[in-house]
């Protein structure tokens, strides 16, 4: 079985400030991917990044940066200088061979303040 | 290039009924996944069909089944509707299987069940 874990439920800053939303997933294999999705108010989810199981790089895009870290099993996203159009909801979610589907986290609802 | 469309967007049903979601995946994707959204249960998997086929199944009953065409449409259907399947429903659209691939959401239909 596979789980991922998003404990932080609501997270509200104030515009500019930097947010790290957490992400920790748990599965048995040795292969598997993780992804962000973002989820704006309109329903939609948003593909915002994919990793693989054998790529520990950290990522960076514009205002956004992502933190894999297989030893803590941990896919951490960062958005730096948030800004009011950042606010949604953020879900990791996980793919592997053994499961074949996406199991996602309960989410992280954002809210940047202006 | 055009995104995945959900149809409708929007559906009343009484209890006891039953209901059949559309979605039209982005041209050239061939597998089709289906996702029940719920605040209380968060995002969960239904069921995921490639050329037709359906490859892998959530834990939903029986109430809940699927068909993919042939052009790749695919169709969700719940019989004997129950309070509890008020929910967000979302289709994902993705190449190849979700293992390795990113899935586009459509925007998904929202049920209510009276």
């Known amino acids: 079985a596979q789980k991922v874990t998003q404990a932080q439920t609501e997270i509200s800053v104030v515009e500019k400030e930097d947010v790290t939303l957490d992400c920790v997933y748990e599965t048995r294999d040795t292969t598997y991917y993780l992804f962000w999705y973002k989820q704006p108010p309109s329903g939609e989810l948003v593909f915002l990044i994919r990793r693989n199981s054998f790529d520990e790089q950290n990522e960076i895009s514009g205002r956004y940066s992502w933190n894999f870290q297989k030893s803590t099993s941990s896919f951490n996203f960062t958005i730096t200088a948030s800004q009011v159009v950042d606010s949604a909801v953020y879900f990791c979610a996980l793919s592997s061979g053994s499961a074949r589907q996406l199991t996602f986290g309960s989410g992280t609802q954002l809210t940047v303040l202006p | 290039k055009a995104g995945v469309t959900q149809t409708p967007r929007y559906l009343i049903k009484t209890r006891g009924q039953q209901v059949t979601l559309s979605c039209s995946p982005i041209?050239?994707?061939?597998?089709v996944s289906w996702y029940q959204q719920t605040p209380g249960q968060g995002l969960q998997f239904l069921f995921e069909y490639f050329s037709e086929t359906q490859r892998n199944k959530g834990n939903f009953p029986g109430r809940f089944s699927g068909r993919q065409f042939s052009n790749s449409r695919s169709e969700m259907n719940v019989s004997t509707l129950e309070l509890g399947d008020s929910a967000l429903y979302l289709c994902?659209?993705?190449?190849?299987?979700?293992?390795?691939?990113?899935?586009?959401f459509g925007q998904g239909t929202r049920l209510t069940v009276v």
């Open positions: 994902a659209s993705s190449l190849g299987t979700v293992l390795n691939t990113e899935a586009f």
């Open positions: 041209s050239g994707h061939r597998s």
